[in-house]
């Protein structure tokens, strides 16, 4: 458990506590405490959440009435009380939302687990060792799951390859139709099992395209109302402002902060979980922590580009104007900070992509020699030779080991100073552990690897298509927060600001000349209309616009490959970087303009 999980877990049940009466949970808070492998018990997370709800409407009375004191009291309380019960409804559903999410990653890993279980059957017609090698291989809840149904129906005629497949039936119903075929071509006559078994193998991958591609057409919809709703409509309400004032529309600033500091985050983060709550597979990237020796131990890098972000942030800021200062060090600051904190684990992922990128040409040329008669050790030289690259250093690297150390396949990949050691890829890890069978095996190996090689490129064919049928969702919302959406916010800020200042909006012609040379931001307005200072219509745009650079990275993250929270966190510090930039850049462009 980690120290983050630890204290979540410390204060729950402190709040539980405080409430005596008992609880019913439902069957499926039960089922993904138990899922997430949670110390908490579901009648701790359901008291927790009542007992929440009171303290959270406190303060949101609290915050209304300060922010909008002329709000009547029953509004006021009725709000608070909304808000209090939303509370308590999102503590109870955060572990079934946390257990869904690591649900669609673990699903992520089902084509490689059908393939890897297919390959073994290859070289012997036996499920259970084949189902033991797959679990082996592979990490994650998934291999966890199958390796659990091993060791409760050991010696079983389906090796636990049955149960697994019913528990993950209504999750992704092409994963028992495969794992069917899979025992059906371990009893089938040899010169049928290979078929039966690449049946097994297009019937997992068919199931993941059909999956994506269902998704991708449902969410087009919802994606569009959030580019819609939360970005250019808000965005584009600023620019009438002048115009809404100059007609005698009061706005009131703490409802205006509130509405875009509070209300429109709040509304994308609940938009962009529900969209990410229904992804059926998330293909996720390879998981790199602070324990890789590539990466710098302690948090000194991000804290010290943090520290260089605020200073820069805001000398350049009280450049633009002397509301940008507060936005563009925060910008800056978290934007650096993030970026530098995981720019190493990005490096190692980048480094695992070119490594896998390799691999079938790899295994398709040791496979083919294997097949001639040379054996497996000194086809891993040829295949150094081969290819070109991380794959290729790997390789020769495994070469080497073999050479001074005098070990084994599997020692040369995985063991101490093997070639994978520190290569945080299961799909590597999983090939080289082949590779060691068919060194046991020998020639009849050959045409085993060969297929390998195959479903590598298979596999990585899948990933492809299931990332571009996102590609159209997941571009727009990461272009929107990066660039386009601060471009037009402080080109709208400008022209907002400028237009009340020059008094060229409609409602303004008709105001005096005294009257408009006594007014401020908004002083050609209507009599009686309330005003906005152009230092909270910029600063509260800026905190917007910096809110919706990071909520809508992690959404197209989150869709392309699954919230992983180093790449997370590494792309919303690259969003921050470039949205403050953009948005302070536009605002300072258009104000020549205008």
């Known amino acids: 458990m980690s120290a983050t999980d630890d204290r979540v877990v410390r204060v729950a049940r402190r709040l539980a506590r405080w409430y005596p009466n008992d609880v019913e949970p439902t069957a499926e808070l039960h089922r993904s405490l138990a899922f997430l492998e949670s110390d908490l018990r579901a009648q701790t997370v359901v008291r927790a959440g009542y007992v929440l709800a009171p303290f959270a409407a406190i303060l949101a009375f609290c915050g209304l009435v300060l922010a909008v004191p002329s709000l009547p009291f029953v509004a006021a309380a009725s709000a608070a009380a909304g808000l209090g019960l939303g509370a308590s409804h999102v503590v109870h559903r955060l572990p079934v939302a946390a257990a869904t999410l690591r649900r669609s990653r673990a699903l992520g890993d089902a084509p490689g687990l059908v393939a890897r279980t297919a390959l073994r059957l290859r070289l012997e017609a036996a499920p259970e060792r084949a189902a033991t090698f797959a ?67 297009e019937t997992v991958l068919d199931g993941a395209r059909t ?23 808000p965005l584009a309400l600023v620019g009438v402002l002048p115009a809404a004032r100059a007609g005698g529309v ?56 943090a520290s260089g972000g605020i200073v820069l942030g805001a000398a350049v800021g009280s450049l633009v104007a002397s509301w940008a200062t507060p936005v563009g060090a925060a910008g800056l600051s978290l934007g650096a900070g993030l970026t530098a904190h995981y720019r190493p684990m990005a ?12 691999l079938a040409d790899a295994t398709a040329v040791i496979g083919r020699r294997v097949g001639a008669g040379e054996s497996v050790e000194t086809a891993i030289e040829s295949a150094s030779d081969a290819t070109t690259g991380r794959t290729s250093e790997v390789f020769d690297a495994a070469a080497g080991v073999q050479r001074r150390l005098r070990v084994g396949v599997h020692r040369a990949f995985l063991g101490a100073h093997g070639a994978l050691e520190h290569v945080p890829s299961p799909r590597a890890r999983a090939t080289a552990s082949l590779l060691a069978v068919a060194a046991r095996e020998g020639r009849p190996a050959g045409p085993t690897l060969v297929t390998l090689a195959d479903h590598l490129t298979e596999l ?84 917007y616009v910096l809110a919706l650079a990071a909520i809508l990275t992690v959404v197209a993250t989150g869709l392309d490959r699954g919230l992983d929270r180093t790449l997370v966190g590494y792309r919303v510090g690259l969003a921050l970087l470039s949205a403050t930039v953009a948005y302070l850049a536009a605002f300072l462009g258009a104000s020549m303009f205008f």
Do not use: C, N
Not at 170 to 191: N, V
Not at 279 to 303: E, K
Not at 347 to 358: C, K, M, Q, W, Y
């Open 460 to 543: 990585r064919r899948v990933e492809a298509d299931a990332r571009r049928e996102l590609a159209a969702i997941t571009g727009t919302l990461g272009h929107t927060a990066a660039l386009f959406g601060p471009l037009v916010g402080g080109a709208t800020v400008a022209m907002a600001t400028q237009m009340a200042a020059s008094g060229v909006s409609a409602g303004q012609q008709s105001l005096s000349a005294s009257a408009a040379s006594r007014s401020s931001l908004a002083g050609s307005a209507a009599p009686g209309a309330t005003t906005l200072d152009p230092a909270l219509l910029g600063a509260a745009v800026g905190l």
């Open 347 to 358: 490096a190692v992922r980048r480094d695992v992509t070119a490594v896998e990128s390799g």
């Open 135 to 201: 679990a082996q291989t592979g990490e994650g809840p998934l291999a966890r799951s199958l390796a659990a149904h091993i060791d409760r129906t050991r010696a079983g005629p389906a090796a636990g390859l049955g149960g697994f497949a019913a528990e993950w039936r209504s999750w992704f119903p092409a994963l028992e139709r495969s794992t069917s075929l899979l025992l059906t071509a371990a009893d089938a006559p040899a010169e049928e099992r290979d078929h039966a078994l690449d049946r097994a193998l």
């Open 250 to 305: 009061s706005v009131p600033p703490a409802a205006f902060v509130g509405l875009y500091d509070v209300v429109l985050p709040a509304g994308l983060v609940f938009a962009g979980a529900w969209l990410l709550l229904r992804r059926p597979i998330a293909l996720a990237p390879p998981r790199v922590t602070t324990g890789h020796p590539d990466v710098p131990s302690g948090r000194w890098r991000g804290i010290a580009a």
């Open 211 to 233: 999956e994506m591609a269902t998704f991708a057409g449902d969410i087009r919809g919802p994606a569009s109302g959030i580019y819609a709703f939360g970005v250019l409509l």
